[in-house]
């Protein structure tokens, strides 16, 4: 049989390779809608995928173990053990992979009381029998020992599971020092700590290998123990049945019934329903083009049904203007914006598509109808808006944005280009160039199209939302796009000089506390390395262990907080110091670059980025701010008013969050206590310890405010005990406590996540729903964690509802002033006001906030003033 005709078979570690895809992918980044992590499934098939590109096998085979229950643990009950637990993420994942793996015609394979590493072996044997070219595809280093002139190793490097080290025999010898089939040997030796099989004392593997290269064998090692001088001598006489056992459960099975012949792993066709089926329900849209190219099924471009657009027509203004007239319904719009600007636009109904470059012309011949009532879809509408008015036209009449309805219907995995929405809601495939080609053979979708997709799209996303939730489109989401535009082009005023004075503060406090943090330990060493503070941190100073992590012992924020707690050290108060100004000093620089020729930053305001409905901001991210510190108000007085206005104005909701608890649980006891004007805190306190209002300390009045504030987030006993440094013992009878004094409040969170696990979602005062399908997770941390997140999300859902409808009517009432809104930074608005305008802006924020809903207990709005944002603040 000659070279090119002998068949090539690849072996693949099912587990190997999908826990080590798990820890090479971001776990949050690579969900499905209906939240099952994915990362470990997705980077195994992109290895895959890419082992059958590279490798062209013959004949393919993936296996899994099934248990731990083998007869390596019957002889030695600690095998594996100590293990750390499988991440909750990770669960779940294995049985899809498998399922993705049969669709595509791949056989799986693992069998009963034994691991995945003895298939691999026999089938490894088998091939080469009959020989095959056998690849071995592993991430266990036991399976080194299967290399031999006709398999090879292909083994994952430090980078993850996309660069593959191939081992041939000359290639282990080159870095083990032996032979491939004394790999084993070594092991035996040095022991395993994955699989807990402790080696000899003091020996490494350059011992183990000086002394198999001496004696020739390992058997020869043991039976030449007593001339073996010194500590390594005796401690290897005193582990001899230890390598002895290590070297029987270290070899691979190469016998065991595997009940498959080789030739029924030929690679052949795809089930090609079967893989579109499961590739949609893992959300694998790119991966599924690449599986299909490989193994020949059709790709999507063949295989997606498309609805042939019309003729794009490009009539001249005249023409145009005419055209928008006579449109019906709602006319889907995408304008091309580059440097912020406009510069072509197209306009379609379901039958028609017009486009046109831009220009004075054509602004003049759009005009009125961009600023009629008439309904208008916009793909991600804001830098659109935004673009049409910085050409000088205004635009009302937004009907439709598809990619914020489409979060709207999927606020835990929005789609997030106009791509995805047309494969998700029409089931066909958005004309696109090929971004790697430098001229691509199939030119994209023009702006026409792309209008015509807008607003096909558009339709179909809404009638997949139920009722409320198209209400709280059309009056809440909609309304607030527009009002965002006009606060990202407007800005807010920054003083470079404040904050460039700051930062030279700070970047001088970070380096003395750098130097302190040397002298006391004696030398220097890179503070924002966790490599080197692991060593000064557990080595060299010996501190209690943190959480373990892959690459050591965690020094995150959160881990040092509660270090210096257990341990306090100078070294450890002085880092944590450094870090702080380290990182107010970048939030700093971050919003002084921000800073434009005019003296204003424009944050943009992202709409889809939370589950609950909350904004967030970016470039610069102003979320991040710090809070009620000196330093924070040191930055907030560099947001100042701006040049011809009189004064800033801040407002924002006391308390709204437990407002809206009191609301949705109708508890008599926090109704009264909003309703009556009563201090909050002061008033829980008094009913749960017992005592009068005024006799209430301030360390009662801190422990029930964490404890209504956690409870909206699901705090348990052990958090709240960790929060305020307490007992866990205490915090659960004040727990009781509070529950036996308002008991509508456990009543309700109770009731909510029950209503959210029969029906598998929340839903705030207005309609939002977010999904929760791990109500119903046989993973009990999945399970609790939706169980937290379901508390929530209909407080904060509809805090952030309230807010937006105060924002959208505040910014509809100053359209006539020339006052206007710059910032909303969670609960707080920032109003830039205009001469003589102070008393009518101060009663429109006054009333629009307090008439934003409609609850069993007011709505509280606290309004400042002052030259800057940190002098307003009330």
């Known amino acids: 049989m000659t070279d090119s005709a002998k068949p090539t078979l690849l072996i693949v570690d099912g587990h190997s390779l999908a826990f080590r895809a798990f820890f090479a992918l971001p776990v949050d980044t690579f969900v499905n809608p209906e939240g099952q992590h994915t990362n470990g499934i997705h980077g195994f098939l992109s290895m895959f995928i890419n082992l059958l590109k590279n490798e062209s096998p013959t004949h393919v085979a993936v296996a899994f173990d099934v248990s731990d229950k083998t007869f390596r643990k019957e002889e030695y009950p600690d095998y594996k053990e100590g293990r750390q637990e499988t991440p909750a993420e990770f669960k779940g994942q294995i049985p899809l992979l498998k399922d993705a793996l049969e669709a595509m015609n791949i056989t799986v394979l693992e069998k009963d009381g034994f ?48 660069k593959l080290k191939r081992y041939d025999p000359p290639a282990v010898e080159e870095r083990y020092g032996v032979p491939p089939e004394q790999y084993p040997d070594i092991a035996a030796l040095v022991g395993e700590k994955a699989d807990n099989l402790p080696g000899v004392p003091k020996v490494g593997e350059k011992t183990a290998v000086k002394w198999l290269t001496q004696f020739g064998s390992l058997e020869a090692v043991l039976d030449g123990a007593e001339n073996i001088k010194g500590v390594v001598g005796q401690n290897l006489r005193d582990h001899i049945e230890d390598v002895r056992r290590n070297r029987r459960l270290n070899r691979l099975l190469d016998d065991i019934d595997v009940p498959v012949e080789l030739d029924a792993l030929e690679l052949g066709a795809p089930d090609e329903p079967a893989v579109r089926e499961i590739f949609s329900k893992l959300a694998f849209r790119s991966l599924l083009t690449r599986v299909l190219e490989q193994l020949g099924g059709a790709t999507d471009d063949e295989a997606a049904p498309q609805t042939a657009a019309p003729v794009v027509e490009r009539p001249d203004a005249e023409g145009l203007a005419a055209w928008l007239a006579a449109a019906d319904g709602t006319v889907g719009v995408s304008v091309e914006v580059e440097g912020g600007l406009p510069t072509r636009a197209g306009f379609a109904t379901a ?41 000088g036209l205004e635009v009302a009449g937004l009907a439709a944005d598809p990619l914020i309805a489409g979060w709207v219907a999927q606020p835990s995995f929005p789609d997030k280009t106009l791509a995805h929405l047309v494969d998700r809601y029409l089931g066909e495939k958005l004309p696109e160039a090929d971004k790697n080609q430098l001229v691509p053979e199939h030119e994209g979708a023009g702006v026409g199209e792309l209008a015509w997709y807008t607003q096909r799209v558009a339709v179909a996303v809404s009638e997949a939302l139920p009722e409320r939730e198209r209400t709280l489109l059309a009056n809440i989401e909609l309304p607030t796009t527009e009002a965002l535009a006009g606060m990202e082009l407007a800005g807010v005023a920054v003083s470079h000089e404040k904050l460039s004075s700051f930062s030279a503060e700070l970047g001088e406090r970070a380096g003395a506390l750098a130097q302190e943090a040397y002298a006391t330990i004696g030398h220097e060493v890179n503070l924002g390395s966790p490599k080197q503070l692991q060593e000064v941190l557990f080595v060299e100073l010996d501190l209690p262990k943190t959480r373990k992590t892959k690459t050591g012992y965690t020094t995150d924020a959160a881990a040092l907080a509660d270090l210096k ?13 450094h870090r702080e100004a380290t990182k107010l000093k970048q939030i700093i620089d971050g919003l002084d670059a921000a800073i434009d020729d005019t003296g204003r930053v424009h944050t943009t305001y992202v709409q889809t980025g939370s589950q609950t409905g909350r904004l967030s901001s970016t470039d610069p991210n102003l979320q991040n701010i710090p809070v009620r510190t000196e330093e924070s108000k040191r930055i907030r007085a560099a947001f100042e008013v701006g040049e011809g206005y009189e004064t800033l104005l801040t407002a924002d909701y006391s308390q709204i969050e437990m407002r809206i608890m009191a609301h949705l649980s109708g508890d008599p006891g926090l109704i009264e206590a909003f ?12 009913h749960v310890f017992g005592v009068e209002p005024e006799d209430v300390t301030s360390q009662m009045r801190s422990k029930v405010k964490a404890m ?22 205490e915090a659960k009878q004040l727990m009781v406590d509070y529950f036996s004094r308002f008991g509508a409040v456990r009543d309700y969170l109770r009731a ?21 399908p791990d109500l119903k997770s046989p993973n009990r941390v999945l399970r609790e964690n939706a169980e937290r997140a379901a508390l929530n999300a209909p407080i904060q859902g509809s805090a952030a509802d309230i807010m937006k409808i105060a924002l959208i009517r505040i910014d509809e009432d100053l359209a006539d002033l020339g006052s206007r809104i710059m910032l909303q930074i969670h609960d707080e608005l920032v109003i830039e006001v205009a001469p003589g305008e102070w008393d009518a802006v101060e009663k429109i924020v006054r009333d629009r906030m307090g008439s934003a809903a409609e609850l069993s207990v007011p709505l509280d709005v606290q309004v400042g003033h002052g030259d800057d944002w940190n002098e307003a603040a009330h």
């Open 752 to 772: 909510s996540v029950e209503a959210a696990r029969e029906v598998g979602y929340t839903e705030t005062i207005f309609g939002r729903r977010r999904p929760f």
């Open 675 to 686: 309703n009556s004007g009563e201090d909050l805190h002061r008033y829980v306190g008094s």
């Open 351 to 391: 039958e028609k598509i017009v486009e046109s470059a831009w220009g004075d012309d054509v602004a003049d011949a759009a005009r009125a109808w961009f600023a009629s009532t008439a309904p208008k879809a916009l793909c991600d509408s804001k830098p659109q808006l935004k673009a049409l008015r910085r050409a």
């Open 708 to 729: 209504s504030y956690g409870l909206v987030y699901g705090l348990s006993a052990f958090g709240l005990a960790k929060q305020l440094r307490i007992e866990q013992r």
């Open 115 to 162: 691991e995945a590493d003895d298939i691999l072996a026999t089938l490894a044997r088998r091939g080469a029998e009959a020989e095959y070219d056998v690849l071995v595809c592993s991430g266990d280093r036991d399976a080194i020992q299967l290399v031999n002139d006709r398999v090879t190793l292909l083994y994952p490097s430090v980078q993850g599971v996309s």
């Open 565 to 577: 707690d257990k341990a306090d050290h100078p070294f450890l108060d002085l880092l944590l110091r």
